[in-house]
């Protein structure tokens, strides 16, 4: 009898073990509503046992990530609109702020909406006083992509046109989200039919407390990163790599992301706070994490590892408190979120002695983000 009990428990224990591999997480679609324009939009939601996360069509926008705290309360940490046509009228409104999108043809800014390739002088779009940022007005952000659920997510794809905001090339884009083990993973491809520059991310805004409970500067912040690429006053780097040791810049080690915000320091002066690219120590190849922020009320963690050369980090230096009313009707602070936007560095097509962001016919872009999720 006693050796039958133990079989029986062998059993279970296996079966149970062998579950636990196998679990999937599940992936549901459903009607995201339509935009001003009429476009439908579908939203996807992945869920495993530990997190879950939406997404929507419109720009790929991952418009929820609720993820426990420390005693089991769920909350959702990115900021956002409570519905599709939230993100469609920000994005067409001056105070457009890209909350969660795919950020394409090139992320961050291009300095006086120019570059040169291959002798020629392409013009794009001035969305940021003299320059380009994120592809422009009518960038990734602004278009309903195709997609398919997946085995623990969803594939988006969406074709831009050769010309389309200025940038040469048609390029056939690829993004797949997929949650397991509370690890958000975003791998991006891409393959072009003229010679072009491309950098793409994901612009999402995260309070580890909980979108719009109060500010981020509690949070602990680690950045492997030990230079920085300064800027000049439109927020343009200079070209320079320069070191974080002895400057506000320097979060080798954890530090409260407020502890230095308001330092007399120069280049913070320029951004109104953190707007700054880094520079991953290793990053560019193989994958690896680029930052953790730690929030002590909840115990909540964010780690982000990437195959990016830079991640850029920057403070919603720009939200007031007034001046956009995101989900649950809440009015969004200044530095009530933080953004860590995995990138090829600003600018980088006019900056020779930086990574190439150039992308033949013939080759093939690819590029990993990892948001993980745990708890402390």
């Given at each position: ?6 079989v ?8 149970w ?5 196998c679990a999937?997480t ?8 339509k935009?001003?324009n009429?476009?439908?939009v579908?939203l ?5 046992e ?19 705290d420390?005693?089991g ?6 900021l ?5 046509s939230?993100y469609?009228e920000?994005?067409h ?16 800014r ?9 002798g020629k002088e392409y013009n794009?779009p001035k969305?940021?006083?003299d ?7 009518n960038g ?5 992509w ?7 997510g969803v594939?988006l794809?969406y074709?831009?046109?050769?010309g389309?905001?200025?940038y040469?090339?048609?390029l056939s884009v ?6 397991e ?8 491809s ?14 999402s805004y995260f309070?580890?407390?909980g979108?719009g409970?109060g ?7 680690k ?10 006053s439109?927020?343009?780097p200079t070209?320079?790599?320069k ?6 810049f320097d979060?080798?080690?954890p ?7 308001n330092a007399d ?19 560019g190849?193989?994958?690896v ?5 730690y929030?002590?009320?909840s115990?909540?963690?964010?780690a982000v590892?990437?195959?990016e050369p830079?991640v850029?980090f ?7 408190g007034s001046?956009i009313?995101g ?6 602070v ?14 980088s097509p006019n ?6 962001t ?8 690819r ?10």
């Amino acid at each position: 009898m006693k050796n039958h009990k133990q079989v029986v428990l062998v059993l279970l224990l296996s079966f149970w073990i062998v579950s636990s591999a196998c679990a999937k997480t599940e992936v549901t679609k459903q009607s995201g509503g339509k935009l001003a324009n009429g476009d439908s939009v579908a939203l996807y939601t992945l869920k495993d046992e530990k997190v879950e996360v939406q997404v929507i069509t419109y720009g790929g926008d991952l418009v929820a990530i609720k993820v426990p705290d420390r005693t089991g309360k769920v909350e959702d940490i990115v900021l956002g609109f409570d519905d599709a046509s939230g993100y469609y009228e920000n994005n067409h409104s001056k105070n457009a702020s890209f909350f969660g999108p795919i950020v394409g043809r090139y992320a961050n800014r291009i300095a006086h909406a120019r570059f040169t390739l291959d002798g020629k002088e392409y013009n794009l779009p001035k969305n940021n006083g003299d320059n380009s940022i994120h592809g422009g007005p009518n960038g990734f952000h602004n278009h309903v992509w195709q997609s398919q659920a997946i085995e623990n997510g969803v594939e988006l794809k969406y074709l831009s046109m050769d010309g389309e905001e200025g940038y040469p090339g048609s390029l056939s884009v690829t993004v797949r989200y997929t949650l397991e083990g509370g690890d958000l993973k975003i791998d991006y491809s891409a393959a072009t039919s003229k010679a072009t520059v491309l950098n793409l991310t994901n612009h999402s805004y995260f309070n580890l407390s909980g979108q719009g409970h109060g500010t981020i500067l509690n949070e602990q912040l680690k950045l492997n990163a030990s230079r920085f690429t300064p800027v000049d006053s439109t927020l343009i780097p200079t070209g320079e790599l320069k070191p974080v040791a002895g400057t506000p810049f320097d979060f080798m080690k954890p530090h409260a992301v407020g502890e230095r915000i308001n330092a007399d320091d120069e280049q913070l002066r320029l951004g109104k706070g953190y707007d700054h690219n880094f520079v991953i120590d290793g990053g560019g190849k193989e994958l690896v994490e680029a930052a953790e922020v730690y929030d002590p009320a909840s115990g909540r963690v964010l780690a982000v590892l990437t195959t990016e050369p830079g991640v850029q980090f920057y403070t919603a230096n720009h939200l007031d408190g007034s001046s956009i009313v995101g989900k649950q009707g809440i009015a969004y602070v200044k530095n009530g979120a933080l953004c860590l936007e995995t990138q090829h560095y600003p600018d980088s097509p006019n900056h020779p002695a930086f990574p190439s962001t150039v992308l033949k016919p013939g080759e093939k872009f690819r590029s990993v983000t990892v948001f993980r999720f745990s708890t402390r």
